[in-house]
Every structure is written in C-alpha cells, then in structure tokens.
C-alpha cells in the first residue's frame, strides 16, 4: 500500500499513521503485550488457550476489535480458523481460507510476505473475504507464524482486522510479526511437549505390556509349580515345592504392580502390601495377617528383593509361630528419612533359647532372608517381644518424593 505524503493527503487527517493518539503510549502498550504473551506462553501448556490468548492480546495492541489465528491444513491447502476474538462465536470454527492470493491471509501464505491493507473495499491485490464484508472489515494486517522461528516450516498466518476507520503502519505490522514469531517458539514448544508425551506413553504401554507379560508367564510358572507340588511323593519335596511357588508368585505380584503403577519403573509400595497379605490371607492356616503400610513408591529394582523378603519372614511367622493353634501376625512399613523399617511381627511361641540372628543357618528360608537383606544394603534386627518374634528390617530405600495420595490409590 503507497505510504508517500502525496498519496496520504486524498484521505482524512485521521487515516494518516499514527494520527489520533499518542504514539510513545501505544508502542510502549505493545512492547508490554509481548512480555505479557511471552509469560503466558511460558505458563500455558493447552495450545487452544494459548492461541485464544495470542488473538486476544494482538487485538488488544492494534486496538482492533478483530483477530484471528488461522492454522494450515497440509491436506485441504487451507488455512482453517483455530482462535479468534471479536468475530461472530459460531464463525470463528467455520473460517476457512484458500492459500493463494484470493484473500488477505492465503496472500500472505502464499507470497510468505506481511500484508498490510487500509481499503480493502478498493483493494486490487485479492478480494475482501465474505467473512470480512459481513463484519464490515476495511483494513487488516496478516504476517506469517514461522513454527519455531526458524522460516522453515509455517504453522499459518496471524491477523487483525477493523471495521473503524484509520491506519496500520509498518511499525503496527512489525509488533504483530514480533508477536507471530513468539507465538510461533510457542507453538513449537508445546508440540515438542506433545510429541514427548506421546512418546513417553508409548514407552509407558511398552513397559506396563512388558509387565504384564512377565506376570502372566510367572504365574505360569507358579502354576506348574503347584502340580508338582500336588503330585510329589515325600512331604519335604512338597513343602519345597510350595514355597518355591510362593516366591515366583511374589515376583509376579511386583510385575503386576508395575503394570498398574502411576509412575513407570516404580510400584506403590502400600497397593503392593495390600495385594500381598490378601493373597497370603487364603494361606495362612488359620492365622490372621494384619497389614499396614503408608502410601509410597518405590524403585522397581528395590521391589521384588523387598517382596521376597518379606514373603519368606511372613510365610516363616505362618509355619512356626502358632503350631497349636491360630494368632495374629503383623506386617508394617513406614519411611523414617531416608530409610524405610519393615516390622513383621506375631504373639506366639517366640525364637529358640539361644536364638542367634546372625549364626550360620541349614534353613533355605533364612538363607534367602540374609542373602536379599545384604543385596538390599540393609539390617535385619530381631526385636524384643514377648511373647513371639519381632524382625526389623532396616533399609536405605528412599521413597519417590511424590508418593500417591489414598484418594489416587
């Protein structure tokens, strides 16, 4: 459009650049409406929000009634209305431009150049927009949003347009290609962010299928397990049999947890407890579990040594606790700093005379305790309890510092 002093004199005083107002006022107003956008941008992580607000703002800055960000379709070659204000509500969904010169923003997508327009009724370059004509629009801008900046690849165009009478200017158009160029890094931010979360989901869907796969070929193992342990002839090999079940049924129980956890390569220790005493329940002769432990994640790496730990001190406490008749045993956990205490517990007949906690022993299950409590980098403590037996397990776990709340669980 001819900005000369010769061409601008065939219109009113008011039509004339920056005639009308204070311009230092004006473009310090803008100057703040980048910054404004600029944190917002910063702080949004919905992209409609962040394109409704960008349609807001530059209205704002032109003092403008109308503005709209319009989004390129690869596959329609249309640029499709995504955000405006100031247009008719039911309007904005159905904007919908050619990207070629039959219209102020197809113009500016397709010759990747600024369009300011003051007459667009007697405009030669395109044809003023339906759209346009039945909002009484005479004057827009459209400047180009470069994703990321780069002048590479085009999320679409950004425009203002009104219906009162005055002028856009070369420094009006370099505040909006300012705004289109943060608009822009925005936009790509946030797809950046969408392309991390999807992938991180599928990677999420990998893990839990890996999960539950493990679990499913475990409890298989469990399974065949049990016929054996059915079908064995002396008592000692059935007796093997079962615990061996139990610890693969153990293992198969953190993988199940995993598969259902919030948080990838972590399980939440207290869903954990709750699943492993109801299974162990149905097992324990009679005897009454009592479980309790606070919400918290753990590392998977930590979870299945822990799991077996405690399977064998509570299927220990099951065997030799009440051998005449039925009791309580106890099972609690809680983080204490940056440890985590384990306390089985029962009220029964207690330990031998003499009992040594870290004397050599025959016994397979005190072997495999030992073994996982050294692996663990932890200590086993036997407490004082009388009657019965009461084990501390003291370990240098650290819990996930954000724990699910019982309303997540």
Not at 190 to 202: P, T, V
Not at 267 to 284: E, H, S, T, V
Request: with cysteine.
């Amino acid at each position: 459009m001819p900005e000369s002093t010769e061409k601008a004199a065939f219109f009113p005083i008011y039509l004339q650049p920056g005639a009308g107002r204070d311009e230092l006022p004006y473009r310090l107003r803008q100057q703040s409406l980048l910054g404004d956008f600029g944190r917002a941008a910063l702080q949004t992580r919905e992209l409609d929000q962040l394109l409704q607000r960008a349609a807001e703002l530059c209205a704002d800055g032109l003092r403008t009634r109308f503005a709209q960000v319009l989004e390129f379709v690869p596959g329609e070659n249309r640029l499709v209305g995504r955000a405006g204000v100031g247009w008719e509500p039911d309007r904005i969904a159905d904007m919908a431009f050619e990207t070629d010169v039959g219209s102020p923003a197809g113009y500016a997508y397709k010759t990747r150049q600024p369009v300011i327009t003051n007459q667009l009724p007697s405009e030669a370059r395109f044809k003023t927009p339906q759209l346009f004509t039945d909002h009484g629009v005479i004057r827009s801008i459209n400047v180009l949003i470069e994703r990321g900046g780069e002048g590479q690849d085009y999320f679409g165009v950004l425009e203002v347009a009104s219906a009162d009478p005055g002028w856009f200017d070369q420094a009006d158009a370099d505040f909006l290609a300012a705004f289109a160029g943060l608009l822009g890094i925005a936009i790509e931010r946030q797809q950046a962010d969408a392309r991390l979360a999807d992938a991180l989901e599928h990677q999420s869907l990998l893990t839990r299928e890996m999960s539950h796969r493990v679990k499913n070929s475990l409890a298989s193992v469990v399974g065949l397990l049990r016929v054996q342990s059915r079908g064995a002839q002396s008592d000692e090999v059935r007796a093997a049999l079962q615990e061996a079940s139990s610890r693969v049924d153990t293992i198969a129980q953190v993988h199940d947890n995993l598969a259902r956890g919030s948080r990838i390569g972590f399980i939440d220790f207290a869903d954990f407890i709750d699943d492993f005493c109801g299974r162990l329940q149905a097992n324990a002769n009679g005897n009454q579990l009592r479980c309790r432990a606070e919400p918290m994640l753990l590392l998977a790496d930590h979870g299945i040594p822990l799991g077996l730990l405690i399977n064998e001190l509570v299927t220990n406490a099951i065997k030799h606790a009440y051998p005449d008749r039925c009791g309580v045993i106890e099972l609690s956990a809680c983080a204490l700093g940056d440890r985590l205490h384990v306390e089985v517990a029962d009220q029964g007949v207690g330990l031998p005379d003499g009992f040594d906690i870290n004397a050599p022993r025959s016994s397979l299950g005190f072997k495999v305790i030992r073994g996982l409590v050294r692996q663990l980098r932890g200590r086993l403590q036997l407490l004082a309890n009388n009657p019965g037996a009461r084990f501390l397990i003291d370990l240098p776990i650290v819990p996930a510092a954000d724990p699910p709340s019982a309303a997540a669980r």
